[in-house]
């Protein structure tokens, strides 16, 4: 067995997941608030805005999905490097 000389991700790998983070907490960040002070008054304008209810949602999952796509990228570099490796060694 080789030892593996990588960890599996590399800077760009990170950035793309701080992306994902960021878009995720601002989703979240966007769905704060809409609520009374006065609990017998009803405020449903606030509640239920546009950027509460479609917007808010739409970031959390595109956060989500740019997470997972961050895990789920291959090194191009690295991993053909050491497939190629191993091949000419057996």
Known sequence: MGN???F???PKNYRILIAGLIVNILGFILMIGGGSKDPNQFDG??????VRITLAPFLIVLGYVIIFYAIMKKNSNSSTSADKKDLTEK
């Open 4 to 6: 593996i000389k990588h």
């Open 8 to 10: 599996g991700f590399n």
């Open 45 to 50: 304008e606030a509640l239920f805005s546009p």
